[in-house]
C-alpha cells in the first residue's frame, strides 16, 4: 500500500439518504476534483455549491457542496476533498466511477485514519479513542472514548514518560561522570523518588484499567441458581420481554439464553443459565456445565434461590465471589432471612415490578461504583494495559538497581521508555497498526 496513492470512500452512512459525503485524501485529490467540475477549484476549508459533471461526457452528475482541505491542515494530514452528493446509490455509482477513472482507488478500512496517524496527525491511543468513539453504543462509552480520541491518554504517557526521562538524565549523569564531586548519590536519590511516584501512577492507571475495558466492552452478568427458582423470570421482568420460557417444571431453561440492556450508562449482557443440579438428561447436564462455565466468565454473578427452600443455599454460595449479588425470590409467597458480609443479599418477587426496579437501581449502583468511567483518562484496551504493565516491572527494575547497579538502571529506564513508545504506537509494531485500523469502517 503506497501513501502516495489516492483513494477515497463513502465516508457517511450507507443506502438512501438526503445527503451521502464522499471523502477523497491524497496527492491527486485536487485533479480529481478539477476534472469534475467545469470553473476552477473552490477555495480551500471555503464550502461551495457546486455542479459536479462526467469528466468523460461534461454531462451533470449532481449538485454537491464541496469542501477541500490544503496538506497538512486537513484529517489524513494530505490534500482531500470531500463532496456532499445527494444521497442516492446512482448519484454515488456516478461519482465513484469518475473517480475510479481519474486513477483514485477505493480506501480500505481505517486508511483514512492510519494516513492521519502516519503523518502525526493523531497517536495511536486518539487513533483508537476515534474508533471507540464511531463504535459507541452508550453515554459511558461515548464520553470514554470522546476523552481518549482528544489526548487524555497521550497526557498520561507523555507525564509517565517525562518523568522517566529525568530519570534517565540523572542516571546517565551518575555512569559518565563518576568522578565529578557531589553527583553519584544526589542524582540516584532524586530519580529514585521521581521513579516511586511514576510507579505509582502506574499502578493507579493499572488498578483502573479493568474498569477502561469494561466501558469499552460492556458488562457480562449471569444469572444462576437451581431450577425452578425464578432465574428466567427475573431476566425477563428486567429486560421486559420473554426473552426465556418460564415454566414450574424444573429443568426448563437449557440453552444460555442473552439479553442486552443499557444499565447505568452501560451495555450489559445479561445470561440467563440452566438450574444448577445434578441430572441423568444428557441435554441437561451439558446446559448445567455451560451455566458452570459462564459464571466463571463473568463480571458479576446473581445468585437466585427460592425464599421456600434454602437447600442449594451453600451450592449457589459455594459459585459466588464476594461482591456479588443473591436474591431470595418469591418473597409473595414466604420470606427467608440470610445475610452475608461479602454478597449482597436481596429479598424480592420476580412478579412485583416494584422489586424489579429495586434490583435494576441495585445493579446501576453496582455498575457506576465499580465499572463507571474513571475520572481521569487511563487505559481502555488489554494492549494498553500490556504496555503499562510492561512500564511499571522496568520502573521498579530500575528502583531496585538504582542504589546496587546504576548502570543496570540505564537499561531498565530504557525498557520502560519502550514500553511508552509502543503504547504511542511509536515504536514499530507493523502487525498491531494492521489490526486496529482494520477493524474501523470504510471511510474512516
Ligand atoms: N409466586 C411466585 N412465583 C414465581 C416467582 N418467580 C418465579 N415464579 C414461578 O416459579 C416457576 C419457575 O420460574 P422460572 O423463571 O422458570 O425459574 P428458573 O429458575 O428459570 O427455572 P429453570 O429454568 O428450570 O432452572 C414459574 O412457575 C414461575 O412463574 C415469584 O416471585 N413468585
Ligand atoms: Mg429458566
Known sequence: MSSKDTIFAVASGGGRAGVTIL????????????AMLTGGLPAPRRTSLRTIVNPQTGGAMDQA????????????????VELHVHGSPAVVEA??????????????????????FENARMDLTEAEGLADLIDSETEAQRAQAFRQMSGGLKSVYTEWREAILDAL???????????????????????GSGLDDLARALEKSLAGSRAGERVRHGLDIAVIGP????????????????????????????????????IGGLPVRLSDTAGLRDTEN??????????????????LRIGVLDSGDLSELAAIEAVLRPGDILLLNKSDVCTANVSRETIDVMSLSAHSAEDIEG???????????????????????????????????????????????????????????????????EADIEAVLDRIFSRFCIGK
Do not use: W
Not at 457542496?65 to 482531500?80: H, Q, V, Y
Not at 538524565?169 to 530519580?191: M, Q, Y
Not at 421486559?240 to 440453552?255: H, L, N, P, Q, Y
Open 359 to 425: 434490583l435494576r437501581g441495585k445493579l446501576e449502583a453496582i455498575i457506576s461504583d465499580r465499572f463507571k468511567v474513571q475520572e481521569n483518562a487511563g487505559l481502555t484496551r488489554a494492549r494498553h494495559r500490556h504496555c503499562a504493565q510492561a512500564c511499571l516491572d522496568a520502573v521498579q527494575r530500575a528502583r531496585r538497581n538504582l542504589d546496587a547497579a546504576p548502570e543496570l538502571a540505564g537499561e531498565d529506564l530504557r525498557a520502560a521508555l519502550h514500553a511508552i513508545k509502543e503504547l504511542a504506537g
Open 169 to 191: 538524565a540523572a542516571v546517565e549523569g551518575e555512569i559518565d561522570f563518576p568522578d565529578e564531586e557531589d553527583v553519584p548519590d544526589k542524582l540516584a536519590l532524586r530519580a
Open 23 to 34: 471523502r477523497i485524501s491524497g496527492p491527486q485529490s485536487d485533479a480529481a476534483l478539477a
Open 95 to 116: 461519482v465513484s466511477g469518475a473517480l475510479f477513472s481519474a486513477g483514485l482507488r477505493q480506501a480500505r478500512a481505517g486508511e483514512f485514519t492510519r494516513r492521519a
Open 65 to 80: 457542496l464541496i469542501l477541500r482541505f490544503k496538506a497538512p491542515a486537513s484529517f489524513t494530514g494530505e490534500d482531500m
Open 227 to 262: 431450577p425452578n427458582a425464578g432465574k428466567s423470570s427475573i431476566i425477563n421482568a428486567l429486560s421486559k420481554k420473554e426473552a426465556a420460557i418460564v415454566s414450574d417444571e424444573a429443568g426448563t431453561t437449557r440453552d444460555i439464553v442473552e439479553v442486552n440492556l443499557v
Open 282 to 299: 444428557k441435554i441437561e447436564a451439558e446446559g448445567v456445565r455451560r451455566a458452570r462455565v459462564r459464571a466463571q466468565d463473568v463480571d
